[in-house]
């Protein structure tokens, strides 16, 4: 539904970059009161940023309801929104812990700023705490669908890495290339790509390669969102850190580092950190307001 309400003052921020040209950007509406779905999707399109987060107050301070919006549909949660929407926040009301109600559940994140020699130095750090994930095995069928779509030969594949399809607040394919030359060669069938998505209910594909034991490179196709590629997706790499412990392929205390948007020319990295005990997955990173 859109309404007639005053337009509330969008913010552009980069998440997983402290640098604003690199990272994922995002729009980031802090005082949403009054807007209707019809006009956060139409400010969400306007933009054309992969999401943009709309806040409304929450039961006490420092909490909030948050929803996520893509040029082209909602999605239940965004991980690069939700730092770019803390760093906003930090830079207003200054760091510390946060609280945000999304459609996926109940995300805690906390906001420091990081040390540096000089003032203008220093980034401030984001670390959301997921919903609790989940990993679930894909028919092969499927999965002989989405390498169609994306014109990658089943040979290409990491068989180290099983096809999975991981959740930590919004569902992802997780496929693996077995070469960092197969990862950076994405030209995908956007439509076909998309049907299979919207049929099992898919927010991106997280592909992958493993640099080393704890270092990762990822992409992330989003025709869902109306986007061919996610330049940061924090959802993502929460799925994935419960997707790589639940596997056996990384300790079940470990710290990743994964690096996404260089493909695309704006730089990011993720920090994914596992915590033996705890089945959530924390994902953290700097942001930085877009001029």
Not at 44 to 62: D, H, I, M, N, V
Not at 149 to 167: E, H, I, S, T
Not at 193 to 218: N, P
Request: charged content about 20%; proline content about 7%; overall charge negative.
């Amino acid at each position: 539904m859109t309404t007639n309400a005053p337009r509330p003052e969008v913010l552009r921020y980069t998440a997983f970059s402290s640098d604003p040209g690199g990272g994922n950007p995002a729009g980031v509406v802090l005082d949403a009161a009054g807007l209707g779905d019809g006009d956060m999707l139409g400010i969400a399109a306007e933009l054309g940023y992969s999401e943009t987060a709309f806040l409304t107050a929450g039961p006490k301070e420092r909490a909030y309801g948050i929803r996520y919006f893509s040029p082209k549909a909602e999605v239940p949660f965004c991980g690069h929104a939700t730092i770019a929407t803390a760093v906003a926040l930090a830079e207003r009301i200054g760091p510390g812990e946060l609280v945000f109600a999304t459609r996926a559940g109940t995300v805690p994140v906390e906001v420091e700023v990081e040390s540096a020699e000089g003032e203008e130095d220093r980034a401030v750090r984001a670390t959301l705490t997921s919903v609790e994930p989940h990993v679930a095995e894909i028919a092969d069928g499927d999965v002989a669908e989405a390498l169609a779509a994306l014109g990658w030969p089943a040979g290409d594949l990491d068989p180290a890495f099983a096809p999975r399809v991981a959740f930590a607040g919004a569902r992802h394919l997780v496929l693996a290339a077995a070469t960092r030359a197969r990862l950076a060669d994405l030209a995908y069938d956007f439509a076909r790509l998309e049907a299979l998505m919207h049929r099992l209910d898919l927010t991106t594909l997280q592909l992958v390669w493993r640099e080393s034991a704890t270092v990762f490179h990822v992409r992330d196709p989003f025709p869902v969102g109306g986007v061919v590629e996610d330049p940061a997706t924090g959802a993502a790499a929460a799925a994935f850190g419960a997707y790589a412990r639940e596997l056996g392929l990384v300790p079940p205390d470990a710290v990743l580092t994964l690096h996404q948007g260089e493909d695309l020319g704006r730089p990011g990295e993720l920090t994914v950190t596992l915590r033996a005990g705890d089945p959530r997955v924390r994902v953290s990173g700097t942001g930085a307001r877009i001029g």
